[in-house]
């Protein structure tokens, strides 16, 4: 059972994931679901070198605890794929105008509304021989953000700018709260094959052909989106009909 309730609240910091990882080194005894959160998260960032822009008080940036039960590293895809449920369906509950067509889950974690961000998802491990010890899930969710930086306008989007009007914060929170809950219920009580079938329905792109760039070789292809496999690597159908599975920073998506 998993309960997400605020252990922190910050007025402003640099990244509540490193705030959580710095109690977890520590003698700070956190518990399963607690979440840091802040209003102003100065150095928030994403996939690699990526960085999160967010202006102060306008949208939702926190992290959480998770201590998986008996989950082994080689499904350790799973905590990807449930963090974005969880967020997929906070958004989707409390905002049935929502178009839940249009908000898609872009491998590996990102919340994607039509062709452009609308959140993302950090996700730290520690490790424990083979099995996952605890989990760090950041979670940067554009609220009411109403001016993105210039190199971000054509590729970000927000609640805002989706629906017209401002949405309040804390009740979205306990939306996703409740996402993460239920995600979590059903990975306990369903398995793995649940959240797998639920993430592919919710999958950016899926069956449809994109442009990718493979990051050894700088190479520009098209291929069709097949889907993931049990690792986490996505799969897709190269246009001589060959499927090849890519892991991790191993491709780009380019713009569609």
């Known amino acids: 059972m998993l309960v997400p309730k605020v252990a922190r609240r910050f007025a402003h910091m640099g990244s509540t994931n490193d705030a959580l990882?710095?109690?977890?080194?520590?003698?700070?005894?956190?518990?399963?679901?607690a979440v840091y959160i802040t209003d102003d998260q100065t150095a928030g960032r994403g996939q690699g070198a990526n960085r999160w822009h967010s202006s102060p008080g306008d949208n939702l940036t926190f992290s959480m605890l998770v201590m998986p039960d008996q989950l082994s590293v080689?499904?350790?895809?799973?905590?990807?794929?449930?963090?974005?449920?969880?967020?997929?369906r906070g958004l989707t509950t409390m905002l049935p105008t929502l178009d839940e067509k249009q908000l898609r889950v872009k491998?590996?974690?990102?919340?994607?509304?039509?062709?452009?961000?609308?959140?993302?998802?950090?996700?730290?491990?520690?490790?424990?021989?083979?099995?996952?010890?605890?989990?760090v899930i950041g979670v940067g969710l554009n609220v009411n953000e109403r001016e993105f930086p210039p190199e971000l306008q054509r590729s970000a989007t927000s609640l805002?700018?989706?629906?017209?009007?401002?949405?309040?914060?804390?009740?979205?929170?306990?939306h996703i709260f409740a996402g993460f809950t239920y995600w979590y219920d059903e990975l306990e009580t369903q398995g793995f094959d649940r959240l797998h079938a639920a993430y592919h329905e919710r999958l950016y792109r899926l069956g449809e052909r994109?442009?990718?760039?493979?990051?050894?070789?700088?190479?520009?292809?098209?291929?069709?989106?097949?889907?993931?496999?049990?690792?986490?690597?996505?799969?897709?159908?190269?246009?001589?009909?060959?499927?090849?599975?890519?892991?991790?920073?191993?491709?780009?998506?380019?713009?569609a």
Do not use: C, M
């Open 21 to 33: 990882l710095q109690a977890l080194s520590g003698a700070e005894e956190v518990p399963h679901g």
């Open 210 to 255: 994109h442009r990718f760039r493979r990051v050894a070789d700088d190479e520009v292809f098209t291929a069709v989106v097949q889907g993931t496999d049990g690792r986490g690597h996505l799969r897709l159908v190269l246009d001589d009909a060959q499927l090849e599975t890519f892991e991790l920073r191993s491709i780009q998506w380019l713009p």
């Open 107 to 135: 491998w590996p974690n990102d919340l994607y509304a039509g062709n452009r961000k609308l959140g993302g998802i950090l996700i730290q491990n520690g490790l424990r021989g083979s099995g996952v010890q605890w989990s």
């Open 160 to 174: 805002y700018h989706i629906l017209g009007e401002a949405v309040d914060r804390s009740s979205l929170l306990e």
């Open 74 to 88: 080689d499904r350790i895809f799973a905590l990807t794929q449930y963090a974005s449920l969880a967020v997929h």
